[in-house]
């Protein structure tokens, strides 16, 4: 059995974090519009919030999934790339007056606050296009299980529908297992598919994929988790964007439900039980592994 991470202790971050972080974002350089091509507003603010800093969470599982199936990190350089996009889409969207009307992130003024609503509406739209670009050109012959996989976790049955989710609960009581299921749509549809892409692309074999999935179903709800704590625990410095935003808007999160005692658990067993799934896979997984313990012990 995995012996259980101590929540107190942060460890040091993995150097392959930074290498994979620089790997993807030269990747994004290359993939993105320059902001001085027309529609150069477009571009512009496209490049503001996809450069615009970020933990890189998403591209980092898919490189650590790379590592543990033994796939090369070129094949995979798009999919990690095309993954970032629609989280940067999803961000632009998620702070839009229309939604969470957030006026900061990752320490700056927000997409429609830095140009203007539209644009911002628009640079999403366009990301989200150019993803799926970026996976149709890095797929090779899997290009059609590789779209349909990537689309179920941006589409109505992922992303996209546990925002809807989120939306309608402000101000409404939830149970746990429904605040679980939107947040298995909303954050960890994307997570689970950064660690599972690898796998469709190589067609790996199904015990394979099956340890990915509960890897990364595992690991989406840690995430979600230490996102609530670190809304009640942490700083505006440190988050870069405001503290205490979720509580003021009366959103249901795993505090306010089953206290912060209880959500420390609750993350480091699921930290416990993403570990559990890496030993069905053939190669290094001690990527994942740090990841995993990154995502639970993070600051920010």
Do not use: W
């Amino acid at each position: 059995m995995v012996t259980r991470p101590n929540p107190s202790t942060t460890p040091e971050p993995d150097p392959r974090f930074a290498s994979y972080a620089d790997r993807v974002d030269a990747f994004l350089d290359g993939l993105l519009p320059g902001a001085d091509v027309e529609p150069s507003r477009l571009h512009e603010a496209m490049r503001y919030v996809v450069t615009g800093g970020g933990k890189r969470v998403r591209p980092l599982l898919t490189y650590g999934a790379a590592e543990a199936l033994a796939i090369d990190a070129d094949r995979v350089d798009a999919i990690a790339a095309a993954l970032e996009l629609i989280h940067a889409y999803s961000l632009v969207h998620d702070d839009l007056p229309a939604m969470d009307d957030d006026e900061l992130r990752r320490g700056r003024p927000t997409c429609h606050i830095a140009f203007d609503e539209a644009t911002a509406i628009l640079a999403g739209d366009a990301l989200q296009a150019l993803a799926f670009e970026a996976v149709v050109q890095g797929a090779g012959a899997a290009a059609g299980p590789l779209v349909a996989a990537f689309a179920d976790a941006c589409g109505s049955q992922g992303m996209a529908g546990g925002q809807v989710i989120d939306l309608q609960a402000v101000g409404h009581a939830m149970t746990l297992a429904d605040l679980k299921r939107m947040h298995a749509l909303k954050t960890g549809a994307l997570i689970r598919a950064a660690v599972v892409l690898p796998a469709v692309l190589v067609d790996a074999p199904s015990i394979q994929r099956k340890a990915l999935t509960g890897f990364g179903e595992c690991i989406g709800l840690a995430f979600q988790i230490q996102d609530d704590i670190l809304d009640v625990e942490g700083s505006t410095e440190e988050l870069g964007k405001p503290q205490g935003s979720d509580e003021a808007r009366e959103k249901p999160t795993y505090p306010s439900l089953v206290g912060l005692d209880a959500s420390h658990r609750m993350a480091n067993e699921a930290l416990a039980d993403a570990l559990d799934h890496l030993r069905a896979l053939p190669g290094d997984h001690s990527l994942l592994s740090a990841l995993a313990r990154y995502i639970v012990l993070r600051r920010h």
